[in-house]
């Protein structure tokens, strides 16, 4: 029996259509991967760079082949992530929005090349965490 609490939380299927309105990119089909921790989401392309006396980290993004946009992070901070191969790999991570039916989620996110992928999105633990519960016998729900 469910308790009180999550009764409130939002029941999702293991795959769902999100927007992510900060990098301009609507309906996209994600995977909710609830043995990853952080959410990740395809980038073409990324480098750091320096503007007068800030730095930014300059990523470029195409998800749904709705045409490549670059978008400028001030907020980022790069993190050693560890594959389900055993593999490491060094990452940038960013802030950014994350909307998931009606809730909008402020999440941080990783960036990495994805295009070999299926979902160009993995919805991880960490931005699902206390919000939704994951039915994984449905989908698109």
């Known amino acids: 029996m469910a308790s009180t609490v ?83 790999e060094k990452r940038y991570c960013v802030r950014t929005t994350i909307k998931i039916g009606r809730k909008k989620i402020r999440s941080s996110v990783s960036i990495t090349d994805r295009s070999d992928m299926r979902f160009q999105v993995l919805i991880g633990r960490k931005t699902l965490m206390r919000k939704y519960l994951v039915d994984v016998g449905k989908k698109f729900v």
């Open 6 to 88: 999550d009764q409130k939380k939002m029941v999702i299927g293991r795959h769902v259509i999100i927007d992510l309105p900060e990098l301009n990119s609507f309906g996209i089909e994600a995977k909710v991967d609830t043995g990853a921790y952080r959410t990740v989401i395809h980038c073409l392309a990324w480098r750091e760079i320096i503007r007068g006396t800030e730095k930014f980290l300059e990523a470029t993004f195409d998800l749904n082949g709705e045409g490549a946009h670059t978008i400028l992070f001030k907020d980022y901070f790069q993190k050693e992530f560890k594959s389900s191969f055993g593999e490491k």
